[in-house]
Each structure stands twice: as C-alpha cells, then as structure tokens.
C-alpha cells in the first residue's frame, strides 16, 4: 500500500509570493495532520483536519491555511511568504480523529529567497 | 517554552550495545507518548508509543519506559544495530480525542558504529 504522499518535493518561492503543497493520506485515512519542521528543530503543529473539517490549529498566523477535500487529501497554503517560513513541511495522516500513531509523508521542502 | 526537551542533540553507540534516548516533558497534562525515528530525505517513522497508565511498552528490541513523576521518558534500542542510525523524537500529546496533536522535542541524532 502507498504510504503518505506529498508534492512537490522541492519548492524555491521569493518573499511576498503564496504557495500551496498537497498530501494524500494513506488509503483509508481520514484524519491530515500539517507539521512544520525548521532546521534543528523537531516538527511543529500546524492543522488537523478530519472529515474535511478543521480540528486543531497551532500557533501559526492567519497567512497559513489549509483545506480537506472529499478524498481525504489536503492543501496547505501559505500566503505572504516570509525568509522565516523556509522548512520542511510534513503531512500525517491517521485512520480516525483520535488515533495516537501518525504516518507521515517523506515532506516538502520550501526555500524562501 | 518548549515542552518537550531532548538535551543530548547526538549519541554514538557501538554495534551490539545498547542506546538510551532520552526525554523530559514539563506539560503534566501529557498523556500520551510516542518515538519516532527518521532518516535523512523522509518523514518521521512511528517507532512506539505508551500511555500514561502504563510504565513499560515493548515492541522486539524497543522498548520505551515512563516515569510519570519525574516527567521522563526513554527509549531503549537492544542491541543496536547500524541500520538503527537515525535521528529520534519523543512527541507527547494531550488525550487522543478531538484537537489531538503531537508536541515534538528537537531530536537526538543516534549513531551506531560497526
């Protein structure tokens, strides 16, 4: 079976710019979760989604966004660019909302010039 | 204020011996604890977990060990083996039901030399 899928792998994007990433869960998952992971620093909570709804949020601004869609995969946009939003961003999915294992995908690397 | 800390940014280990990662956490309303390993270009791996009202969770050569009032927790890889090098985070969350999220430390780079 596919494990957590995400696109694109790489992205260069100049500040001010928006960009979106996608995740598709693991078939059968309902339940996307956006972490951001900078350099040295282990992954911060962006979302949760589940049945297409927001459940959680972290402590990001209201330039980062993300939706669900019926398949259960999911977009992350992030509006405004910033030198400081340079990450790696990581998608998890999970069976049901309050599942404790997460799977995540491989991650989308973002560079903010 | 981070809530999860990994105070050894590295290990380095013989083949054979045994790891032990280890992790404290200040949020007493944790409840639940997981370790996940990753390698260089891929996402985090779920390793284990234990829940609260446990002391000891085993899973082949991992086991994790919960000391509730000291706020610590640690994983213990035996024996270790090369393949097991890769950089290790101890996530908490609190409960699993609605708003679940995972608070992660910053990573302790595990190296095991042959």
């Known amino acids: 079976d596919a494990g957590v899928t995400q696109s694109p792998t790489h992205l260069i994007k100049t500040r001010g710019q928006h960009v979106t990433l996608r995740c598709s869960p693991i078939s059968g998952h309902k339940s996307v979760s956006w972490y951001q992971q900078v350099l040295g620093q282990g992954p911060q909570f962006i979302f949760q989604?589940?049945?297409?709804?927001?459940?959680g949020r972290g402590n990001f601004p209201d330039r980062f966004s993300a939706r669900q869609f019926p398949n259960y995969s999911s977009e992350l946009n992030v509006n405004a660019l910033l030198l400081g939003d340079s990450a790696l961003y990581l998608c998890?999915?999970?069976?049901?909302?309050?599942?404790?294992?997460?799977?995540f995908g491989p991650g989308t690397r973002l560079t903010v010039t | 204020d981070q809530q999860v800390k990994q105070n050894s940014p590295s290990l380095s280990v013989q083949e054979g011996r045994i790891s032990i990662l280890n992790c404290d956490y200040t949020n007493s309303m944790f409840d639940y604890f997981l370790w996940y390993k990753k390698y260089p270009a891929e996402g985090p791996t779920f390793l284990i977990s234990i829940s609260s009202i446990k002391d000891k969770n085993e899973d082949g050569r991992f086991t994790v060990f919960l000391n509730k009032s000291a706020k610590h927790l640690s994983l213990h890889i035996v024996p270790s083996q090369p393949g097991d090098s890769a950089v290790y985070f101890c996530a908490a969350s609190v409960g699993r039901g609605s708003n679940y999220k995972l608070t992660f430390g910053k990573g302790t780079l595990l190296t095991v030399n042959p």
């Open positions: 989604y589940y049945e297409k709804e927001e459940r």
């Open positions: 998890a999915s999970s069976f049901a909302l309050a599942s404790g294992e997460q799977y």
